[in-house]
């Protein structure tokens, strides 16, 4: 391959890529990409909710609950009143990095809820088994929300590697197989949302029902995890305004060629 063909290619690719991330050239040196002020704007939401979950958890994990039981006895309590015994409960290592996981049928809960008694350690408890509940009655949205997960991973992989690449060539199909895949990640969030109250809304209710908490403990509880839950809902709308840039790109870039 000529000298000169091979600069004239990496010219392109250096040309297209800048358009990719900021706006295009036309000429006239570079303009300013507008569409990033979504990414900003996407950036500050989830900045907002992050702060306030971590206040609202970190002003009620220094109230003790009467009851005096650990998130990991609280659990084990739902649980079985719920008639269910084949989860176990486990511990993880983080902070709010608390998940239960279909697959093993175990709740892990991170030091924070396992072993203190605070209304947001047994809270953040209850709402993990409250996905222990979903997974023992079968409910649907999080059938739906663990069919997806495979499908989500490979999208995340491939999303942005063939959008970028679909626009430095200009292949079209590219870029829309990447807006695509990334709608996928997005949908996945979408269907999340609604599991994730459910979830919480169980774990309120059985807290009530096995007299763990009283009614004034599980207001509390409830500040904390609709702090938690606003978290997805900012993620949510972040995805949906990096989704939006993406298709704005993808349009611009449309009418160059």
Known sequence: ?????????FRRIYMQFIQAY????YGYGLY?????????????????????????ASKYS?????SGLTGAQAAERIL???????????????????????????????DESCDRTSITGIGVAAHECGHAIQDNIGYLPLRIRSS??????????????LFI???????????????????????????TLPVEIDASRRGLRMLQQTGIMASDETDATRKVLTAAAMTYVAGLAASLLQLLRLIII????????
């Not at 998940?99 to 093993?104: A, E, G, L, M």
């Not at 993808?250 to 060629?257: E, I, K, M, P, S």
């Open 148 to 161: 997806l997960v495979p499908v989500v991973n490979i999208g995340q992989n491939l999303a942005w590697p």
């Open 22 to 25: 900021y706006g295009g050239y």
């Open 165 to 191: 690449l679909g626009l430095i060539f200009s292949m079209q199909p590219l870029v829309t197989a990447g807006i695509v895949l990334f709608s996928l990640a997005v949908i996945f969030q979408l269907v």
């Open 80 to 110: 079985h009143a719920a008639g269910i015994y084949d989860v176990q409960i486990g511990r993880i290592q983080g902070n709010l990095t608390d998940h239960y996981d279909p697959r093993t049928k175990q709740v892990n809960l991170a």
């Open 250 to 257: 993808a349009g611009q870039n449309r009418r160059r060629d």
């Open 32 to 56: 300013f990409d507008w569409t990033w002020l979504l990414i900003i704007l996407g950036t500050i939401i989830c900045a907002i909710a992050s702060a306030a979950m971590n206040s609202t």
């Open 62 to 66: 220094r109230v003790r609950a009467r």
């Open 1 to 9: 391959m000529a000298l000169v063909t091979r600069i004239h290619i």
